[in-house]
């Protein structure tokens, strides 16, 4: 049973006598029941362990960057030609046949009934056609809009996936819901090339969606809580990163795999030998251990990390951590400053998400080749992860996420004028400046809310950026009506977001805030009684 921590002091006293485990620095030396982080801090260390286990976790996140980046190629516009004379051609980017006056026309005097492409009044480019849904499915004028669906479907799966995933790993564990969620994966990723039904395939997507919602959040978390407290924001940083490179990555599936078929089998390998490999390998929470009573086993998986990593933990030690407590919505809604703080963090959240798949779903309307402009897209984010890192300590949180939103709608507008290496180059600033966004609102938002409702709140700023994500195929698809329109759209955004986000207060030097008091203390720069507190 999980001790409480009266339990773990009132036992103190008659444990001095004992032998005990070496004593933390500053440590009562009489102690031998430790809270997990601090057993990773004393014993584990970093080390063989941790390495393997992070390598195993970022190809998950990689496959992740793989599954949110398939739409990317799968549902790009395709050019299309005239073949009859009467046909009218414009040069508008992603424009189809049927917008035209004059080819509807022609399509509405048919004799035969069908449409222009079946009537030999248009085709499409063949050397085009190779990766996209557009022409394997014909998603042409009154189907458009379905292409477009593919890419949001996918985050409506991923909002319901982070519900249910969630509340079944508390019930199950994280090792049974991570084979779940990727099983989900694999399982819809071989039906997609087999089944010649854009139906069935905005289905897959939305399973697809939901097992992201389930074994990307969880391998971060698996491979977090065994790293010690002070090496975590690094393995954030680094999650980030990867998940970068896997993105950029995409354009190299889609030069090597040249039709939609075979693009999509590449695309089931990698998830299908990856589940083969953590039903083997990937270990359990201990912290899951721990919360449902299971003592022993949670205090051999740390045996295991020690011994991996060439060290030991003495035999009599025992673990505990504060027993959770449950809250509610309205813990936030009954705090004036919680009440007005939330729902600007979640802003954040929506900003963040918006610009970040703006960006990468508008991508396909950029001149030149997709691939190419996929990969540099993927690149630019790295020196948005790196700078975002440096930054947060020495200006803080609040002033590198008010900068990098400032810089990004400096860059959207600027976007606007229809240069395409003018656009191309904004597009990359926009990237390495989303990376950085997303980089300080995971940290901000963990910092920012008391312990008690720590996961409420980063869960409903997420929730506020899966909604953006699922909104931004649709804001870039604007193109389509006028080149500047989602521009300005986003720009406007991110000048309220940085305007409002002044008002929240900043978290940098500061230890994280235990309760709804300490929380306040923030907006008032008071010092904290509480130090090198960890996530």
């Known amino acids: 049973m999980v001790s409480s921590k009266a339990d773990v002091y009132a036992n103190k006293a008659a444990d001095a006598q004992n032998e005990e485990m070496p004593p933390l620095p500053g440590d009562n030396p009489n102690r031998k029941t430790y809270k997990i982080d601090e057993v990773l801090e004393k014993y584990c260390h970093i080390g063989k362990y941790q390495i393997l286990l992070t390598l195993l976790c970022t190809i998950l996140t990689m496959i992740a960057a793989w599954r949110i980046l398939f739409d990317l190629m799968t549902t790009k516009s395709i050019g299309w030609s005239c073949i009859d004379a009467d046909c009218v051609k414009t040069d508008k980017i992603g424009e189809m046949p049927c917008t035209s006056e004059i080819n509807r026309q022609l399509e509405g ?24 849904i557009v022409a394997t499915f014909d998603l042409k004028c009154e189907s458009r ?9 996918y985050f409506i799966g991923a909002f319901f996936g982070v ?10 564990g994280r090792y049974l819901t991570l084979l779940i969620s990727l099983g989900f994966c694999v399982v819809q990723a071989w039906i997609i090339p087999f089944f010649n039904d854009i139906n069935v395939y905005l289905a897959c997507r939305f399973f697809d969606g939901a097992s992201f919602g389930g074994f990307f959040l969880i391998a971060f978390v698996i491979d977090v809580e065994y790293a010690p407290p002070k090496y975590r924001n690094m393995l954030g940083t680094l999650f980030h990163f990867i998940t970068s490179a896997g993105m950029a990555l995409i354009a190299l599936w889609g030069v090597i795999f040249k039709d939609a078929k075979t693009f999509a089998i590449a695309q089931a390998v990698p998830p299908t030998i990856m589940w083969i490999v953590c039903f083997f390998f990937m270990p359990e929470s201990a912290r899951y251990y721990l919360s449902k009573g299971q003592d022993e086993k949670a205090l051999a998986s ?12 003495p035999e009599k030690c025992e673990l505990y951590e504060d027993i959770d407590v449950k809250v509610s919505f309205l813990r936030i809604v009954s705090n004036k400053r919680l009440l007005v703080s939330a729902p600007i963090n979640m802003f ?19 001149a030149g080749n997709i691939y190419v402009n996929a990969a540099l897209l993927g690149i630019a984010e790295l020196p948005g992860r790196v700078a975002a890192y440096l930054l947060m300590d020495r200006i803080g949180r609040k002033k590198t996420f008010m900068i990098s939103v400032i810089l990004a709608c400096i860059c959207m507008f600027i976007s606007i004028w229809d240069n395409s290496t003018n656009r191309k180059v904004m597009y990359c600033f926009g990237k390495a400046l989303a990376g950085s966004l997303w980089a300080v609102i995971y940290l901000y938002s963990s910092e920012m809310y008391p312990t008690k409702i720590r996961n409420l709140g ?3 700023g997420s929730a506020a950026a899966r909604v953006a994500a699922l909104l931004a195929p649709f804001i870039g698809s604007l193109i389509e009506v006028n080149a500047s329109l989602p521009y300005i759209l986003v720009g406007i955004l991110a000048f309220i977001c940085c305007g409002v986000f002044w008002f929240l207060p900043e978290t ?6 235990q309760t709804i008091e300490e929380f306040e203390d923030l907006f008032h720069d008071k010092p904290r009684k509480y130090e090198d507190m960890a996530l």
């Open 145 to 153: 809009w379905k292409y477009t669906f593919a890419s949001s479907i």
């Open 163 to 172: 519900w249910m995933f969630g509340r079944l790993s508390d019930a199950i």
């Open 458 to 460: 980063s869960g409903i």
């Open 109 to 132: 005097n048919l004799t035969n009934g069908g449409t222009g492409l079946e009537n030999g009044l248009w085709k499409y480019n063949d050397d085009e056609t190779t990766h996209s």
């Open 302 to 313: 740390l045996k295991k990390v020690a011994s991996t990593n060439g060290r030991s933990i």
């Open 348 to 366: 954040g959240w929506f900003m963040t998400s918006m610009v970040y798949y703006m960006l990468w779903f508008s991508a396909k309307y950029l």
């Open 508 to 513: 940098a030097g500061k230890d994280l805030p």
